[in-house]
């Protein structure tokens, strides 16, 4: 049969139910199949992608999946019309044409589901995965075309006896694109149900985020690691043949991968033994913020100025970390002032307390201490030090904060803050032309 024959037998099929008085109810069918669809997909978006509960990435994975539901919803209405239909009609050659079409339609919306769920982030799709979805929805409208027509046996046919030689075997081409779709379909099912239990265990507020973020990784990939064992499996790959690799992957582990396997290990180490937590704010050698993200390779710090560092998990390890929030949040700030000498050093020091109390971020039950630090040489040097329970804030802000109070406590209560000065003394003889300077007072710069 040539390529023609099964298109013109699809059109004389289909002309022919037009001649029918029964294509009335393929039309309502149909019809009624699609409005009963598109209405519940979109019964479904507004119930669950409108839930302000919901975190962006889910519920945009929601909305997503809601356009899903629709030629989903169509297709399987088309299927019990035509199981129906056919206990008092002979033919439903026309309801046999619209079913592919929805089909293809939910088999590309599920892959643009499943890929913006797993790769889109703060639901940003992109320009990649956009090129990328074009070309498979032409892929898919194109393998349509053939099964529609009745070609796709005969391609099918032509791919199976093809055979393109591979070392000692020769493999058809029909194999390696089964493989191929096997392996990336497993593997994006397993990211995909890795995505969904990390957004589930993120909501579980009884676990520790540390235990969360563990279970999360460790189930992501050990999923990973399943669907690609499975994946070899159905192409027929002998999985005996992976004690060989497992050698190499130990060789090269230990030869040229050290940092990497170490950062990872510290990954786990660090999640396990709880040391840091999302949200704390840390320093680590010369980089200081808060804690946003802890990877199995390394961890993500948020500077007060929005700059992000990407810290190696070996350095959190081996290294000194300064927490501020891992058993207590409060954090001691200190800051220095100088009075004149003939200032009342008790009425001062007292008024530096009540000054710092003004702010609202210093702490009132861990109340602000004044001291005197040392006698300077240009004045009473003093020190202010106070309590703040939310370092993740900055530190900058709330010195500044009390500073400025201290300055208009000190002016209000007209308390001087000298400057550094120096006697200077010029001996000898000095030329007719200058005047005979004995002496100046000059400020320290």
Same mark, same amino acid.
């Given at each position: 049969?040539?390529?023609?024959?099964?298109?013109?037998?699809?059109?004389?099929?289909?002309?022919?139910?037009?001649?029918?008085?029964?294509?009335?109810?393929?039309?309502?069918?149909?019809?009624?199949?699609?409005?009963?669809?598109?209405?519940?997909?979109?019964?479904?978006?507004?119930?669950?992608?409108?839930?302000?509960?919901?975190?962006?990435?889910?519920?945009?994975?929601?909305?997503?999946?809601?356009?899903?539901?629709?030629?989903?919803?169509?297709?399987?209405?088309?299927?019990?019309?035509?199981?129906?239909?056919?206990?008092?009609?002979?033919?439903?050659?026309?309801?046999?044409?619209?079913?592919?079409?929805?089909?293809?339609?939910?088999?590309?919306?599920?892959?643009?589901?499943?890929?913006?769920?797993?790769?889109?982030?703060?639901?940003?799709?992109?320009?990649?995965?956009?090129?990328?979805?074009?070309?498979?929805?032409?892929?898919?409208?194109?393998?349509?075309?053939?099964?529609?027509?009745?070609?796709?046996?005969?391609?099918?046919?032509?791919?199976?006896?093809?055979?393109?030689?591979?070392?000692?075997?020769?493999?058809?081409?029909?194999?390696?694109?089964?493989?191929?779709?096997s392996v990336v379909v497993l593997l994006m099912?397993?990211?995909?149900?890795?995505?969904?239990?990390?957004?589930?265990?993120?909501?579980?507020?009884?676990?520790?985020?540390?235990?969360?973020?563990?279970?999360?990784?460790?189930?992501?990939?050990?999923?990973?690691?399943?669907? &690609?064992? +499975?994946? #070899?499996? @159905?192409?027929? =790959?002998?999985?005996?043949?992976? !004690?060989? %690799?497992?050698?190499? *992957?130990? &060789?090269? +582990?230990? #030869?040229? @991968?050290?940092? =990497?396997?170490?950062?990872?290990? !510290?990954? %786990?180490?660090?999640? *396990?033994?709880?040391? +840091?937590?999302?949200?704390?704010?840390?320093?680590?050698?010369?980089?200081?913020?808060?804690?946003?993200?802890?990877?199995?390779?390394?961890?993500?710090?948020?500077?007060?100025?929005?700059?992000?560092?990407?810290?190696?998990?070996?350095?959190?390890?081996?290294?000194?970390?300064?927490?501020?929030?891992?058993?207590?949040?409060?954090?001691?700030?200190?800051?220095?002032?100088?009075?004149?000498?003939?200032?009342d050093v008790d009425m001062v020091l007292a008024?530096?307390?009540?000054?710092?109390?003004?702010?609202?971020?210093?702490?009132?039950?861990?109340?602000?201490?004044?001291?005197?630090?040392?006698?300077?040489?240009?004045?009473?040097?003093?020190?202010?030090?106070?309590?703040?329970?939310?370092?993740?804030?900055?530190?900058?802000?709330?010195?500044?904060?009390?500073?400025?109070?201290?300055w208009r406590a000190l002016k209000e209560n007209?308390?001087?803050?000298?400057?550094?000065?120096?006697?200077?003394?010029?001996?000898?003889?000095?030329?007719?032309?200058?005047?005979?300077?004995?002496?100046?007072?000059?400020?320290?710069?």
């Amino acid at each position: 049969m040539t390529p023609q024959q099964p298109l013109l037998k699809l059109i004389d099929d289909v002309t022919g139910d037009f001649k029918n008085i029964l294509l009335v109810w393929q039309l309502g069918a149909i019809v009624a199949s699609i409005v009963l669809g598109w209405t519940l997909a979109r019964m479904l978006r507004t119930r669950f992608g409108r839930n302000e509960n919901q975190g962006n990435v889910a519920r945009f994975g929601v909305e997503s999946f809601g356009s899903v539901m629709g030629p989903l919803a169509i297709m399987c209405l088309l299927w019990i019309s035509r199981l129906v239909l056919r206990q008092y009609m002979p033919h439903t050659n026309l309801i046999n044409v619209a079913m592919p079409i929805f089909g293809a339609l939910a088999a590309i919306r599920f892959t643009f589901y499943i890929l913006r769920r797993v790769f889109a982030r703060h639901r940003e799709v992109s320009p990649g995965m956009v090129s990328f979805e074009k070309l498979f929805q032409l892929l898919v409208w194109a393998a349509y075309v053939l099964y529609i027509t009745g070609m796709w046996d005969e391609v099918f046919y032509f791919l199976d006896h093809t055979f393109l030689p591979l070392g000692k075997y020769k493999v058809t081409i029909a194999d390696i694109l089964q493989a191929a779709i096997s392996v990336v379909v497993l593997l994006m099912l397993a990211l995909w149900a890795g995505t969904a239990l990390e957004e589930w265990l993120m909501k579980m507020q009884g676990m520790h985020t540390n235990l969360r973020v563990v279970v999360s990784r460790t189930a992501r990939a050990v999923l990973i690691l399943v669907a &690609v064992l +499975l994946s #070899l499996s @159905l192409v027929g =790959i002998d999985l005996t043949v992976l !004690s060989v %690799f497992g050698g190499a *992957l130990g &060789v090269g +582990l230990g #030869l040229g @991968l050290q940092k =990497i396997a170490s950062n990872y290990v !510290s990954g %786990f180490v660090i999640l *396990l033994d709880r040391s +840091l937590t999302i949200g704390d704010m840390i320093t680590v050698d010369k980089f200081s913020g808060r804690v946003t993200q802890i990877n199995t390779r390394y961890t993500v710090l948020q500077g007060l100025d929005g700059m992000e560092s990407i810290v190696p998990n070996e350095m959190l390890v081996s290294g000194a970390v300064q927490n501020s929030s891992l058993t207590n949040s409060m954090v001691n700030i200190a800051t220095k002032v100088s009075v004149a000498y003939e200032t009342d050093v008790d009425m001062v020091l007292a008024l530096l307390e009540e000054a710092a109390r003004t702010v609202p971020r210093v702490l009132k039950d861990k109340g602000p201490s004044a001291t005197l630090l040392s006698f300077g040489a240009d004045g009473l040097d003093l020190q202010l030090s106070f309590w703040i329970s939310d370092p993740e804030n900055g530190r900058g802000g709330v010195t500044s904060d009390v500073n400025r109070a201290i300055w208009r406590a000190l002016k209000e209560n007209q308390i001087s803050v000298p400057f550094p000065q120096r006697e200077m003394r010029i001996l000898g003889t000095l030329p007719d032309a200058m005047l005979p300077v004995e002496s100046t007072t000059v400020p320290k710069t």
